[in-house]
């Protein structure tokens, strides 16, 4: 496949050489990090106390692990967004002269975690609400108000949605008696015809 | 050998409501046509429609004094309010009719009643009453959409399917939500297990709980 990291893109000549003075360990456990956030969009991956830290730890500026951080994760969505092979990865890091054992970490990192980032990513979505929870109750209703004697069986449905956004999960409850519920059942297994065509 | 007949309590249960005792005594001087403009204001009310147009006309060409009139329309209304509550499976005419006659209401009037609890309006009346009562909202619309995302900014290749649903409920309520494929299954097989309770359910219950 063409490769998707090239040297032509500006940055990536100045980050491997930063990236090639740092400690293989170090880089190693850089990565592990970068990789577990990565489904995360728009979350910091390190707070700026830890930022400070590794300027320290790996003698680099703020501009130069700016650059360090951004690459690897650059490097990293692509091969998500590809879904890229370990192998592959690690001939294309190779040949945009990053070192062989910083171009093997990476490839190991992504070759473990890699396709649960993959899973997450396509499980995530743009709709407002998630199902997340469904619990039911089902009642004999013996009377109300205007009617003794009932004796109707009726199920609560109770639907979590939750926004993707938040913590908090927004709960529906529907009422349904019999024969509401046979053709809410016979929809579904509408859905389900349809679902099953796709497989 | 006697037969002694016991008769069950009145559909009005034990004590007679103090509105229906009052119209007994004030009915003798209401002719049938008054009697039945007068049911049917009635019945409209009971349907949840307005009648007070309907009452002032009565009340103003009636020779009737309005105390008189209104202990009547209460008497009526209760009378009414109270059988349809009971299922027609439950209240049978005859017993219907024979705990009016003990009431003293006229035989005429009589009929006119049970034509309103026993009649082909009778699902009707049921129906708007019990709107009235309190109860979850009920789905009254339900769509949905099964999707495929084929890629996104962050996959080229994603492949997924999942369900989209929309459903409007009873209280004006609105929601959209995606189903994920395994949520979906869980949904499904959650109404699929409320069915076959309901119907254990229904099979039971009625050999055990007598009317």
Same mark, same amino acid.
Do not use: C
């Given at each position: 496949?063409?490769?998707?990291?090239?040297?032509?893109?500006?940055?990536?000549?100045?980050?491997?050489?930063?990236?090639?003075?740092?400690?293989?360990?170090?880089?190693?456990?850089?990565?592990?990090?970068?990789?577990?956030?990565?489904?995360?969009?728009?979350?910091?991956?390190?707070?700026?106390?830890?930022?400070?830290?590794? @300027?320290?730890?790996?003698?680099?500026?703020?501009?130069?692990?700016?650059?360090?951080?951004?690459?690897?994760?650059?490097?990293?969505?692509?091969?998500?967004?590809?879904?890229?092979?370990?192998?592959?990865?690690?001939?294309?890091?190779?040949?945009?002269?990053?070192?062989?054992?910083?171009?093997?970490?990476?490839?190991?990192?992504?070759?473990?975690?890699?396709?649960?980032?993959?899973?997450?990513?396509?499980?995530?979505?743009?709709?407002?609400?998630?199902?997340?929870?469904?619990?039911?109750?089902?009642?004999? @209703?013996?009377? @109300?108000?205007?009617?003794?004697?009932?004796?109707?069986?009726?199920?609560?449905?109770?639907?979590?949605?939750?926004?993707?956004?938040?913590?908090?999960?927004?709960?529906?409850?529907?009422?349904?008696?019999? @024969?509401?519920?046979?053709?809410?059942?016979?929809?579904?297994?509408?859905?389900?015809?349809?679902?099953?065509?796709?497989? | 050998?006697?037969?002694?007949?016991?008769?069950?309590?009145?559909?009005?249960?034990?004590?007679?409501?103090?509105?229906?005792?009052?119209?007994?005594?004030?009915?003798?001087?209401?002719?049938?046509?008054?009697? /039945?403009?007068?049911?049917?204001?009635?019945?409209?009310?009971?349907?949840?429609?307005?009648?007070?147009?309907?009452?002032?006309?009565?009340?103003?060409?009636?020779?009737?004094?309005?105390?008189?009139?209104?202990?009547?329309?209460?008497?009526?209304?209760?009378?009414?309010?109270?059988?349809?509550?009971?299922?027609?499976?439950?209240?049978?005419?005859?017993?219907?009719?024979?705990?009016?006659?003990?009431?003293?209401?006229?035989?005429?009037?009589?009929?006119?009643?049970?034509?309103?609890?026993?009649?082909?309006?009778?699902?009707?009346?049921?129906?708007?009453?019990?709107?009235?009562?309190?109860?979850?909202?009920?789905?009254?619309?339900?769509?949905? /959409?099964?999707?495929?995302?084929?890629?996104?900014?962050?996959?080229?290749?994603?492949?997924?399917?999942?369900?989209?649903?929309?459903?409007?409920?009873?209280?004006?309520?609105?929601?959209?939500?995606?189903?994920?494929?395994?949520?979906?299954?869980?949904?499904?097989?959650?109404?699929?297990?409320?069915?076959?309770?309901?119907?254990?359910?229904?099979?039971?219950?009625?050999?055990?709980?007598?009317?």
């Amino acid at each position: 496949m063409t490769s998707f990291i090239k040297e032509t893109q500006s940055s990536i000549k100045e980050a491997v050489t930063f990236i090639n003075a740092i400690d293989v360990n170090k880089f190693s456990r850089l990565i592990s990090r970068i990789i577990q956030k990565l489904h995360l969009k728009g979350e910091r991956t390190f707070s700026e106390e830890e930022e400070d830290k590794l @300027q320290a730890a790996l003698s680099l500026d703020k501009q130069a692990l700016n650059l360090v951080l951004e690459t690897a994760a650059f490097i990293l969505e692509q091969a998500v967004y590809h879904n890229v092979k370990p192998t592959s990865l690690q001939q294309q890091l190779e040949a945009v002269h990053l070192n062989p054992d910083k171009a093997e970490v990476i490839s190991q990192t992504w070759a473990t975690a890699g396709p649960e980032v993959v899973e997450k990513l396509k499980h995530s979505t743009f709709a407002p609400k998630k199902l997340e929870y469904v619990g039911w109750q089902l009642n004999l @209703q013996m009377a @109300q108000s205007s009617q003794a004697r009932l004796k109707s069986p009726s199920a609560v449905l109770q639907l979590g949605l939750r926004n993707e956004d938040s913590e908090v999960q927004e709960n529906v409850f529907v009422d349904f008696n019999h @024969q509401e519920l046979l053709d809410f059942y016979n929809k579904l297994e509408i859905v389900q015809g349809q679902l099953d065509t796709l497989t | 050998m006697s037969s002694s007949h016991t008769k069950d309590a009145s559909f009005l249960g034990g004590r007679i409501p103090a509105e229906i005792e009052s119209m007994s005594k004030n009915l003798k001087d209401v002719d049938q046509e008054l009697f /039945r403009k007068i049911l049917k204001a009635v019945v409209s009310a009971l349907e949840g429609k307005d009648s007070r147009e309907a009452m002032k006309s009565i009340a103003e060409s009636s020779i009737i004094p309005q105390e008189r009139l209104s202990h009547i329309v209460a008497g009526m209304y209760k009378v009414l309010s109270e059988a349809i509550r009971i299922p027609t499976s439950s209240l049978k005419q005859e017993a219907f009719r024979e705990d009016l006659r003990e009431l003293r209401i006229p035989e005429d009037f009589i009929t006119d009643f049970s034509s309103v609890v026993f009649g082909n309006r009778r699902a009707a009346l049921d129906a708007a009453t019990s709107q009235n009562d309190p109860h979850l909202p009920t789905v009254e619309d339900f769509k949905w /959409r099964v999707d495929v995302a084929i890629s996104t900014s962050s996959l080229a290749r994603a492949l997924q399917p999942s369900v989209l649903m929309q459903m409007k409920l009873s209280d004006g309520s609105f929601h959209r939500f995606e189903v994920p494929v395994s949520k979906f299954q869980e949904l499904r097989y959650n109404v699929a297990l409320i069915l076959k309770e309901m119907n254990d359910l229904e099979k039971r219950n009625i050999l055990k709980i007598q009317d």
